[in-house]
């Protein structure tokens, strides 16, 4: 007899753990309360533009590709994907532009040119993000950091060894002022950390190795965007035998003798060997078990940040424009203590815009128009949802653009669309917005995230980006491989 997994959620995570499940041979269904898979990464179609509504950097391809071949699929049949040359256009209050190259010799050049920074500087950087990379970050990010299997490998005690103590008890920020002259490739380098949602003057300098990512191993566009990749793991896993049941939202996590045997879902009890949330871990606890307080030691750990986000159809092309851009705030401190700290609007904040109609002219976009997706970081909290606080928000980038770009951006929006904080809560079930589940604003963030497995019901496994190692699309693929692995290695337990 099959094992029976039944899995809450199709976000990323949610579709990789079913297929690698059902390549080992378990009977897999999951149900999405939505009407759409993808969770945070689907589409919005509006007058004639499509956006993609929630991540845009596709890094890591090679994570994706190891699905297909473990499903012996091509992965081409499913979609495609390129490298792209400028990863990201950086844009400065004082008229610096600078071109992100993927290549980091590119790269280098272009920062000595534009900002007298040593190329030097930048390539050891590099090299030393690639080091703490392939010796710390892999061990961490591929392993559970709850089983003892873990520390007692040999490559741990190889990792513990490359380890600096600056890299723990240093900021991102101080390590970055430390190795760069730049204010400009400082702030560069700081903003690394709000790729999980965290502040570069309270995350460790662990983060450090995020940029390798980008400048080592290359920045992707998926033809089709962001929506290609979610759309391209359901199709493996319907191809897998995955069955999916969407507008069924699970009610409860049924228990019996501390054991997950199945799930309420309208009102009807379901039957299975194993569960894995997708869930965010805190709705999981409160909502589904009850258990308010597990829920609340859950939340003890800062949550990564929010966003606010318009869509925006634009009736004209901005040829100074890439794929990625960023128009930064003056002051990037006051910025991020407004997200951390005191959770309030801030008035210059830096500003992300991705156009995919870059990459895809007359797809996205009609002709001779483009589709922005403009991006602020604000604080994970409902509040920032109030109509006067998106409004301010909108006022202060549009006002920002027209000194940065020297046009009125306003009268050129001819379709909006927009997200915030709530509205992720009530989409994707995101604990007050929180794009990436929890923060890494403090030394012990990346060992404070919960389990891919629960401690007292045994059978009930998680995968997402809530839970260990984190949020973001690579983390989320890593997280639904860890989580399968433990299942797959406890099989055995599950068949009564
Ligand atoms: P989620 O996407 O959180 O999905 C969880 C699913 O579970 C949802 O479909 C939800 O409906 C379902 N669910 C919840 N409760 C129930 C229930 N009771 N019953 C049934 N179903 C349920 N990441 C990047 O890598 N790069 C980026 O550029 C990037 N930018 C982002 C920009 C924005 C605006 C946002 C919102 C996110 C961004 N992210 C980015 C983060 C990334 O999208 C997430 O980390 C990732 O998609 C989370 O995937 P997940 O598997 O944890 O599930």
Known sequence: MRTKVFIIGSGIAGMACAIRLAVHGFEVTVFEKNNYPGGKSHLIEQDGYRFDAGPSLFVQPGNIEELFKLCNEDIQQYFNYAPIEVGCKYFYEDGVVLNAYSNKELLAEELESKTGEATGHIISYLEESKAIYKHTGEIFLNNSLHKASTWFHATVLKALLHTKPSYIFSTLNNANKRKFSSPHVVQLFNRFATYNGSSPYKAPAMLQLIPHIEFNEGVFYPKGGMVAVSNALYNLAKKMNVQFYFNSPVQKII?????????????????????????????????????????????????????IVFYWGIKKEFTQLALHNIFFSKNYEAEFRSIFN???????????????????????????????????????????????????????????????????????????????????????????????????????????????FCKTICGLYFAGGTVHPGGGIPLCLKSAEITSNLIIKNSSKYIA
């Open 255 to 307: 228990t019996q003798h501390n054991r997950a045997t199945g799930l309420l879902v309208n009102e009807k009890g379901l039957y299975a060997d194993v569960v894995v949330s997708n869930a965010d871990v805190y709705f999981t606890y409160r909502l589904l078990l009850n258990d308010k307080h597990k829920a609340n030691e859950i939340l003890r750990q800062e949550r990564s940040s929010s966003a």
């Open 342 to 452: 005191t959770k309030t609007v801030y008035a210059d904040p830096t500003i992300y815009i991705n156009i995919t109609s870059k990459c895809e002219p007359g797809n996205h976009a009609p002709a001779g128009k483009e589709n922005w997706f403009v991006m602020v970081n604000v604080a994970s909290d409902v509040k920032m949802s109030e109509p006067e606080i998106i409004q301010s928000y909108k006022k202060n980038i549009i006002a920002k653009l027209r000194r940065m770009l020297q046009t009125d951006i306003e009268p050129l929006i001819e379709t909006e669309a927009v997200l915030h904080p709530q509205k992720i809560e009530a989409e994707t079930s995101g604990f007050a917005g929180a794009i990436y589940g929890t923060a890494s604003n403090s030394r012990h963030a990346a060992f404070s995230r919960h389990p891919n």
